[in-house]
């Protein structure tokens, strides 16, 4: 009795820890052109079902990153996991990026910020699932980076307080199961401006404007970091499938 009162005391500081979490909301993709879910089916093999925020086709799984959060710390990029943070900033892990779909007529380009210092990732050419851009390489070890997008319709920034619309322009999933060791995201890009002022058209928010995959690989820690971090990373694990249980 007393390991279950002691679980459900855990459960209940679980819950109020993650309770500031959120999700921006994603708008119906026009007639024309797939949804996410669509667009997940064939990248990944098809037969996904959303439950809540995430995606399971039984062998992958997409889980979705947090928009918000009352404390924001830059994500792993190689071994940050949902729950962590939020996908406004990065940190710590070398990795390589290329466009895997578009459905915008407007230009995009990706780009990393490191503090005002821009480096240049790829232009993309093609529309749908027949794009092309360089599979770009890129690292962030010790220093916070954003990712920008920009083109036709301007740029825009990972954190959407760096944004004049104020507006999220950028959704991302962690996506496990590939088969692969490299830690793998995937982000979905909206490429308009929200104004309420313009017609509805300008504001879709359905995030398939550019779509890039992201596979990071692990900066290696001395023995010892890694013991550490095995302990700790139970506790870890019991309060990121909390917070999903629980839908926050």
């Known amino acids: 009795m007393r390991s279950i009162a002691i ?3 855990s459960a209940a500081v679980a819950i109020s820890s993650v309770a500031f979490a959120g999700f921006t909301k994603i708008g119906a993709a026009p007639a024309s052109e797939p949804s996410q879910h669509s667009i997940i089916n064939t990248l990944y093999g098809g037969g996904f079902h959303k439950i809540g925020d995430d995606f399971f086709n039984g062998a992958v799984t997409l889980r979705r990153v947090d928009d ?3 404390v924001t710390p830059s994500m792993n990029i190689a071994r940050g996991t ?6 406004a900033s990065w940190i710590d892990g070398h990795f390589t990026a290329r466009a895997v779909a578009k459905f915008s007529n407007n230009s995009q380009s990706l780009s990393i910020d490191r503090g005002g210092s821009v480096s240049h990732l790829f232009d993309v050419t093609g529309y749908g699932y027949d794009v092309s851009s360089t599979t770009a390489h890129g690292k962030c070890m010790g220093e916070m980076m ?3 997008r920009s083109g036709d319709s301007g740029t ?3 954190d959407m307080t760096r944004n004049a619309d104020g507006r999220d322009h950028m959704i991302t999933y962690e996506v496990l199961g590939l ?3 490299e830690k793998t995201w995937l982000m979905f890009w909206e490429d308009l401006d929200f104004s309420p002022s313009l017609p509805k058209r300008r504001t879709h928010s359905d995030y398939n404007d550019l779509v890039v995959e992201i596979r990071a690989t692990a900066v290696p820690l001395p023995a010892a970091v890694w013991a ?5 990373g139970t506790a870890g694990v019991f309060r990121k499938r909390l917070k999903r249980a629980v839908g926050m």
């Open 228 to 232: 550490g971090g095995a302990l700790l």
């Open 7 to 9: 679980l459900a005391a």
């Open 146 to 148: 954003t990712f920008t």
């Open 156 to 158: 825009h920034s990972s």
């Open 179 to 181: 088969g692969t060791k």
């Open 82 to 87: 949902i729950g962590d943070t939020t996908d």
């Open 68 to 70: 918000a959060m009352s």
